[in-house]
């Protein structure tokens, strides 16, 4: 049982490149969440997926796309990427019928230069 | 829109004082409140969560916090505390009504030296 997990670790792009991170869970959970951590600016929610197959904005979902592949996986897509997305992106995952609790994968560091 | 206020962003302690983070949230609607807590270089762990029942929750570290509806507060507590409890610790709430997103603070860095 991994949990949540996420790939890549550390990335680093250049200002107008896109690129995809990856989450998936084991847990059959049923909602899935993407957060930016920025210093000083804790957590912030740039999308959710309650179910499979819906997806919704959250706080600062500007320059992201987000696809529920299925109810396992929950990918998180910068198009043309901007310094001001720099941040460490969380995913994370819960099953609303228990504790309400969010499970969060390692986190990935993005640098865009 | 719901929102949370943790009032210290850092918080240094020597070890075996006492410490306490402090949390406010907006909005006095039925809500779920969670603490978690982040080591240097790792995601965020659970540390505790108020659902509902009896105000006062604890963890298995030692920890506890107190749900205060009155005040809106959800404030972190231990009685003695360890190097090892040095990390970032984040407050959040969850309306009930809005269903499971979380809104979190931004965060207390607690600093234990010797």
């Known amino acids: 049982n991994a949990g949540v997990t996420q790939t890549p670790k550390f990335q680093v792009l250049k200002t107008g490149q896109s690129m995809t991170l990856q989450c998936a869970q084991d847990m059959n959970h049923n909602s899935m969440y993407w957060y930016r951590q920025d210093p000083g600016m804790g957590l912030r929610l740039i999308y959710y997926?309650?179910?499979?197959?819906?997806?919704d904005k959250g706080e600062v979902p500007n320059g992201y796309n987000v696809s529920r592949l299925n109810k396992r996986e929950f990918s998180l897509r910068l198009e043309s990427a901007a310094p001001s997305q720099t941040s460490v992106y969380f995913c994370?995952?819960?099953?609303?019928?228990?504790?309400?609790?969010?499970?969060f994968g390692p986190g990935t560091r993005l640098t865009v230069t | 829109a719901q929102s949370v206020t943790q009032l210290d962003s850092q918080v240094p302690v020597f070890e075996e004082a006492p410490v306490e983070l402090r949390c406010n949230y907006s909005s006095s609607v039925s809500v779920y409140l969670f603490w978690y807590v982040q080591y240097p270089n790792q995601g965020l762990q659970l540390l505790l969560k108020y659902l509902s029942g009896s105000t006062l929750v604890e963890s298995i570290n030692g920890f506890e916090a107190e749900f205060n509806k009155s005040q809106t507060s959800f404030h972190l507590r231990k009685p003695s505390v360890h190097i090892s409890d040095t990390a970032e610790y984040f407050c959040a709430v969850s309306d009930r009504q809005a269903g499971t997103a979380l809104i979190f603070g931004k965060g207390t860095t607690l600093s234990v030296s010797s």
């Open positions: 994370a995952s819960i099953s609303a019928a228990s504790t309400y609790e969010q499970y």
């Open positions: 997926s309650a179910s499979e197959g819906t997806t």
